[in-house]
């Protein structure tokens, strides 16, 4: 602090405790700063503060009493075409970066004011300084003519006299930054410079953190509005500091990448916004009283027709950046859904093959199996199939098969009888031959030799058997006696 009876503005953090705004506190005759302005900045979150720089002046005690704003718009570099530096930045052309202004406006409101600051630069010392103009007269005079009225205010006219002020560096090494008026030329046509008077310092901002007030020079400068002059020399020095002396991209919220929004959010973000409207339109909203000039909301762009805001450049790539990572995403997702597709279709054909190889191979083994189970089991099935088929009709089958006398006696040579002789010998007839003589001294009477009810009569027993030597207890030939000896 140069003086501490000189009025000192500090610049502190806001006890809000909100990071985007400050305080401004006031001290002097050795008093404990007070807070005196607020200063705010608008919320770096919101996408109407990206890309450009904004700080507002409030009363500290009053937070709806606005003295002035400053909205600064950069302007941008020109995007390159070089197709090597396209292709190393993936694709899309490098962002254009933020120019340092060279100029600013600065709002005052009741009265109504606009102060221009250009910076430029020294010709002695060649640094940096920032000029501006303010009119000596800035209130209308009281009058009661009609025409008196119809005129525009002073700030606006171009015939009103007016005091030239300039910041510049207290030297090249130094970061201390003084605001001056400048001397008047003395010499009516301007042509000399030996008449021109020497600049009266009026505040100086040591270290970027505090502004000092020279107040016995500031009853030097003649001015109808030296709170405008006042809170112009603020807002220029916290302009300055923010915007000259910081880094462009964090002053202007400049984001190194664009937004990154999924088509979920984005859709959900958009029926929400639909419903809200929906909402608005249904139900009829009151209508708010108008505002006075010193309530106005500040940091708002007035478009005429209440169009919106044209795009800067930096948005626009931000937009086009979006828009070609959304292309690629879906490229992308595009391809590992054909890719996951063919493994699934790869995977489904490669399942149906090995349950196809499967049901081959089990119907192999179940046909081997067949095919041993055949070969031992088979002649027990042959044999069960004889056993169960029914036994042969009796009229078919012989009675008495021939016993096998292998054992007991050589085989007989077959006998050979005449064509002419009877196959049932010379004394036995044909069964059921009633024409045909037959000796009663033997067998009797015929009627023996008819069969009885209708049944065959039983086979004769064959040579062998007459012979005595079969074991069969079937009826034998017996010798009979004659019936004379």
């Not at 400053?70 to 490098?94: A, D, F």
């Not at 501006?132 to 205010?153: A, G, K, V």
């Not at 107040?215 to 300055?240: F, H, Q």
């Amino acid at each position: 602090m140069l003086d501490e009876n000189l009025p000192t503005f500090h610049l502190r953090p806001s006890s809000d405790h909100i990071k985007h705004h400050a305080s401004v506190h006031l001290a002097q005759h050795g008093a404990e700063p007070t807070p005196e302005y607020s200063l705010r900045h608008p919320d770096p979150a919101l996408p109407r503060s990206r890309n450009r720089y904004a700080v507002a002046l409030y009363d500290s005690y009053n937070p709806e009493v606005l003295y002035g704003e400053v909205l600064l718009i950069p302007e941008w570099t020109q995007t390159s075409l070089s197709q090597e530096e396209i292709r190393r930045n993936g694709g899309v052309p490098p962002p254009p970066q933020p120019v340092l202004p060279t100029s600013f406006v600065i709002q005052l409101y009741n009265p109504d004011q606009q102060v221009v600051v250009q910076q430029g630069v020294s010709k002695w010392s060649a640094t940096p300084q920032w000029i501006f103009e303010m009119p000596q007269q800035s209130f209308r005079q009281p009058s009661s003519s009609c025409i008196d009225r119809t005129q525009s205010d002073p700030t606006a006219s171009e015939t009103t006299p007016r005091h030239r002020f300039k910041w510049k560096k207290d030297g090249k090494l130094s970061k201390d930054y003084v605001c001056s008026l400048s001397g008047k030329n003395t010499n009516p046509d301007g042509s000399k410079r030996k008449n021109h008077e020497p600049d009266i310092t009026l505040s100086i901002f040591r270290h970027l953190k505090e502004i000092t007030m020279y107040e016995p020079n500031l009853a030097r400068v003649e001015m109808e509005d030296p709170k405008g002059l006042e809170i112009v020399m603020l807002l220029s020095a916290i302009v300055i500091r923010e915007v000259y002396n910081g880094h462009l991209r964090e002053t202007f919220n400049v984001s190194d990448t664009p937004r990154r929004l999924s088509h979920e959010t984005q859709t959900r973000k958009n029926s929400a916004d639909r419903t809200r409207l929906q909402r608005n339109d249904q139900v009829p909203q009151p209508a708010a009283p108008p505002l006075p000039p010193t309530q106005r909301p500040p940091l708002r762009e007035q478009t005429p027709n209440g169009r919106p805001p044209p795009i800067d450049p930096r948005s626009q790539w931000e937009l086009d950046a979006e828009t070609a990572r959304l292309k690629k995403q879906v490229e992308r997702e595009d391809r590992e859904r054909r890719h996951a597709e063919r493994l699934e279709t790869k995977r489904v054909k490669k399942m149906l093959e090995e349950e196809e190889r499967k049901a081959r191979q089990k119907q192999f083994e179940i046909d081997q199996e067949t095919e041993r189970l055949k070969k031992q089991y088979g002649k027990e099935q042959q044999q069960a199939l004889k056993q169960s088929l029914p036994p042969p009709p009796p009229g078919r089958a012989n009675v008495n098969p021939r016993p096998n006398f292998a054992g007991l006696h050589p085989p007989q040579p077959p006998i050979q009888r005449p064509h002419s002789a009877s196959p049932y010998g010379p004394y036995m007839q044909r069964p059921g031959n009633h024409n045909a003589s037959a000796s009663t001294f033997f067998h009797g009477s015929t009627a023996n030799l008819r069969p009885q009810d209708g049944r065959r009569p039983a086979s004769k027993p064959s040579f062998l058997r007459m012979l005595g030597h079969s074991d069969h207890s079937g009826p034998r030939l017996s010798k009979k006696q004659s019936a004379v000896f």
